[in-house]
């Protein structure tokens, strides 16, 4: 009669059980073929029939399911559409920059900030905040901060070896534009997007793909709305953000197309 694991998982090679398993050594290596076979017999008769995984809900990603949108970024409105040429020539010099971090990240690796800066913990958004975004952060969100968390942070922008790590480039991108989803663009929060898409490498990560694709359409949004205020100051930084996503991350279906 066959047990109930022979039914589910029919012996598909022949075993020759010979002599019993009580004096069969697991810890040791088989010394022949039907030994082997034995023991895997063995070991997968004392498995459990259910096991249950032991997970720690803490250790999962908030964000585990990547949506990529495939929708295009919005037209920019009559004249605020950037040249061709003026993209191409932004391209060329992200390109340089990026070969230049990547020329100089042992130097730059070598380099400690200063003793009185804090990194925030790798899982503190809010820290994160309030270290890349400062006053910019802490005068839109103050509820429930003590004192000491209103201090401004100060800007290590300068400081790529500090963000070249993968993961916690991609971390940061992430918190930054969801926090841009619903604000302003400032020029402290486009340097620092600007650093992170510098350290951000080819090819992408599927979540990569997404946040770049959401931070371009984010900027082409509030683009939308500067209709009669040509001369923005964020203007530039926007288009900027918007050619950098389409040409050189090359998501060219977000591109803008000059008249």
Known sequence: MKSDVEEL???????????????????????????YLRQVQLEASLCPDVVVAQIDPKKLKKKQTVNASVT?????????????????????NFSDVRQSIT??????SNHTLDD????????????????CLGE?????????????????????ISFPGSVSLQSMVLMLLDILISWFEGREFVPQLGRWL????????????????????QLARR?????????????????????LLIC????????????????
């Open 194 to 213: 600007y650093a992170l898409l510098v350290c951000l490498e080819k090819p992408l990560l599927p979540e990569a793909h997404s946040s770049i694709r």
């Open 72 to 92: 295009g970024c919005l037209a920019a409105p009559v004249g605020f559409c950037p040249s061709l040429s003026w993209q191409q020539h932004q391209v060329s």
């Open 136 to 156: 910019t952060y802490l005068g839109s969100s103050t509820s429930g901060l003590t004192e000491a968390d209103q201090e401004p942070a100060l800007d290590y």
């Open 219 to 239: 900027c082409a949004q509030l683009r939308s709305t500067m209709v009669g205020f040509l001369e923005d100051e964020n203007l530039p930084a926007l288009n």
């Open 9 to 35: 998982m029919p012996r598909l090679l022949p075993v020759d059980c010979g002599e019993g398993t009580e004096d069969l050594d697991l810890s040791g290596p088989p010394r022949n073929p039907q030994e």
């Open 116 to 131: 009185n800066v804090q990194m925030p913990k790798l899982t503190d958004e809010e820290g994160w905040k309030r270290f």
């Open 244 to 259: 950098l996503v389409a040409r050189y991350f090359e998501q060219v279906d977000l591109a803008d197309q000059p008249e």
């Open 103 to 108: 020329k100089n990240r042992t130097h730059w």
